[in-house]
Nanobody, 120 residues
């Protein structure tokens, strides 16, 4: 059994910053790709940022130079620092990870999400 649990969401004013964290736990052999998606009400889920085990990153154009994704491989954690947040970035932010289990199965897992609200 593998779980992803996000934390760090909340209410922030426009232009403010937040740092999200996601921890993977359970019967994990290794963690491959990790990433953050977001989904606003009535909109499709979209990729925000992703990171490989060796630190190669990929960002949505809309967040480049404002968001930074990082990971701690020893702790199976991924982080996302978000600066200069905009009201239109209000959404549930979901963590995802491709995990190799101790059983050797490879599965992409999702967390339940953490709500980020950007408002005055």
């Amino acid at each position: 059994q593998v779980q992803l649990v996000e934390s760090g969401g909340g209410l922030v004013q426009p232009g403010g910053s937040l740092r999200l964290a996601c921890a993977a736990s359970g019967s994990i052999f290794s963690v491959n790709y990790m990433g953050w998606y977001r989904q606003a009400p009535g909109k499709q889920r979209e990729l925000v940022a992703a990171i490989t085990p060796v630190g190669s990153t990929n960002y949505a154009d809309s967040v480049k130079r404002r968001f930074t994704i990082s990971r701690d491989n020893a702790k199976n954690k991924v982080y996302q620092k978000m600066n200069s947040l905009k009201p239109e970035e209000t959404a549930f932010y979901l963590c995802t990870a491709r995990i190799v289990a101790i059983s050797s199965s490879i599965v992409e897992y999702w967390g339940k999400g953490t709500l980020v609200t950007v408002s005055l």
